[in-house]
């Protein structure tokens, strides 16, 4: 079930905002971004979930920070080369699970700086190599593994043994909204009685008509990126 976002004001159309827009799709192509992890990365800058929804201003801010994770605009010669200090971010499985359990760590406070610098910094540590891209994939387990540590001890369970495959991107979801949650309580933003729906719509503005439990994935990601940049707010990050 979607949950009913409330929308800012239209902005007027211009040929450097469609521009910026255009530019903003590029990025999440180029990327390999899920719908999720981008509606995340909006509302965690902008606080929207659509580009749309941003203003001009914000829509370069978005820009920026998918440049900070690799982004850069393909230019039209033939053979071009790589923009200084842009290197293409890593683009094989492991790195993808990584770098969706880092931006969830952000959101959890775990993480203070989520760019993909600072993954590919915390990687290579991980793995002893150069370049994530480069590193040994019979060896990821053990950035996933360092990644899911950190998890627990900020209270984000990673048990699945006794969830079905297809139910854990899910369940894992659920229980980071749940995390974060409990660590706005911790800081006394949020009541103690609050449940996910009511932090929701009393910090977001989001409603879910019949209950998280039924909200979409997409939802899930744009309430787990609005509830952490609140949590960022309140510990001055």
């Known amino acids: ?11 007027a159309a211009n040929p450097r905002r469609r521009a910026l827009i255009a530019k903003v799709h590029v990025a999440k192509k180029e990327l390999g ?4 992890d981008y509606m995340a990365v ?7 979930s659509s580009a749309a929804d941003c203003s001009d201003g914000q829509l370069v801010d978005v820009v920026e920070r998918f440049k900070s994770r690799g982004f850069t605009a393909k230019a039209a010669a033939s053979a071009p080369r790589p923009q200084r200090g842009g290197r293409p971010a890593a683009d094989h499985k492991v790195a993808g699970k990584a770098r969706a359990m880092w931006i969830s760590l ?3 406070g775990a993480v203070r700086n989520p760019s993909e610098q600072a993954l ?4 290579c540590r991980q793995l002893g190599c150069e370049r994530m891209q480069w590193a040994d994939q019979r060896l990821g387990y053990r950035l996933i593994e360092a990644l899911k540590a950190m ?21 894992l979801r659920l229980r980071l909204v749940a995390a974060i949650l ?3 309580k911790s800081a006394k933003i949020a009541p103690r009685d609050w449940s996910v729906e009511q932090a929701a719509w009393s910090l977001l503005g989001m409603r879910f008509d019949t209950g998280h439990i039924f909200a979409s994935d997409g939802d899930l990601g744009v309430l787990a990126a609005g509830l952490g ?7 001055g990050v």
């Open 1 to 11: 079930m979607s949950a009913a976002v409330s929308r800012p004001a239209q902005f």
């Open 33 to 36: 971004l899920t719908d999720d």
């Open 42 to 48: 909006l509302m965690d800058v902008a606080g929207v």
């Open 106 to 108: 952000h959101q959890l």
């Open 120 to 123: 590919e910094a915390f990687a």
């Open 151 to 171: 998890a627990e001890r900020e209270g984000w369970s990673q048990e699945l043994s006794a969830v079905a495959p297809d139910r854990a991107v899910r369940t």
């Open 182 to 184: 409990a660590k706005l």
């Open 229 to 235: 940049e609140k949590l960022r707010a309140a510990r």
